[in-house]
């Protein structure tokens, strides 16, 4: 009897969940520096960035053909390696950062700075309404899960 | 996860530009301060941001600094105003110098406002960037709890 794959079941929701909170911090590191001399306001190519963790999801999707690869993957999945100092989590992630793009300024300032304030406050408010609307469709594949699960 | 670095990011924005804010009300306070000589004179001061790459500054990290997604803010340091100050006639004061002039500081107050306003905008942003990764982590914590 096949299990249910959880991966599979959430679909590419979870990976642009991961990709919509590396693209707030890109936005967010561009209001901090709204007023630095000569910083260039950048962006998440984000087409780009979510067919790079969809495909890699499904190159990790683990198979499993015996009882004890399952806890053999699971031992290796998410792991933890503390060994520069520096705590890195390799869950299969999406890494972001080759698909971070420059801005084209609408209006350079003298200073060599390119961020425009009102334009990241603007994609920031709609990265948020979209990541609230992926949030909600995990919310809604949950409650199918519990409703099958539960059966009434 | 992503959302945390925001807060380090709006954090150390908040926290430049509340040094230029402090510059400000150092350069208004003392608008109207006079000295005896030009060089003591009180000079406008600026401070000076710049970027930083959290993770180039951890060991073994050879990132390209392009390359590298957080970006916080620093106050690299401050600078003064090197813009000459007025010499007034005021023989009656009593920090004229021999000639009976006194050395006003060279702060203009307009250009203080105005930076005074956009240093409270930038704060502004960045407080409703914090408040809005709070939330979002907050949502993403309640997921799938009914």
């Not at chain 2, 203009?108 to 409270?120: G, L, T, Y």
């Amino acid at each position: 009897m096949p299990l249910l794959n959880l991966n599979a079941y959430l679909g590419i929701q979870p990976d642009a969940l991961k990709v919509y909170s590396q693209r707030a911090e890109v936005l967010a590191a561009n209001l901090a520096n709204a007023d630095t001399p000569g910083y260039l306001a950048r962006d998440i190519d984000f087409r780009a960035a979510l067919a790079s963790a969809g495909s890699q999801g499904d190159a990790l999707q683990p198979t499993t053909t015996s009882a004890d690869d399952l806890t053999a993957s699971s031992a290796d999945g998410g792991n933890v390696s503390a060994a520069d100092g520096n705590v890195t989590t390799d869950s299969g992630g999406v890494s972001t950062e080759q698909f971070l793009k420059y801005r084209v300024p609408l209006a350079p300032s003298l200073d060599g700075n390119t961020v425009d304030s009102q334009m990241e406050e603007g994609q920031f408010a709609q990265n948020t309404v979209r990541f609230q609307a992926t949030l909600t469709f995990l919310e809604n594949r949950f409650s199918e899960l519990t409703t099958a699960i539960v059966g009434q | 996860m992503a959302l945390f670095d925001v807060f380090n990011i709006a954090g150390s924005g908040m926290s430049a530009e509340s040094v230029r804010l402090n510059t400000v009300a150092s350069n208004l306070a003392n608008a109207d301060s006079v000295s005896s000589s030009p060089a003591t004179a009180y000079k406008a001061r600026y401070p000076v941001f710049q970027a930083i790459q959290s993770s180039l500054m951890s060991p073994g990290a050879g990132a390209d600094p392009t390359q590298t997604a957080d970006a916080a803010v620093q106050v690299r340091g401050i600078v003064e105003s090197t813009a000459a100050g007025t010499a007034t006639y005021q023989p009656g004061n009593p920090l004229a110098d021999a000639n009976g002039y006194v050395y006003s500081s060279n702060v203009n107050v307009v250009e203080q406002m105005a930076d005074m306003i956009s240093a409270s905008r930038s704060y502004q942003n960045d407080a409703q960037v914090l408040e809005t990764s709070k939330s979002l982590m907050l949502d993403t914590l309640k997921l799938a709890q009914g």
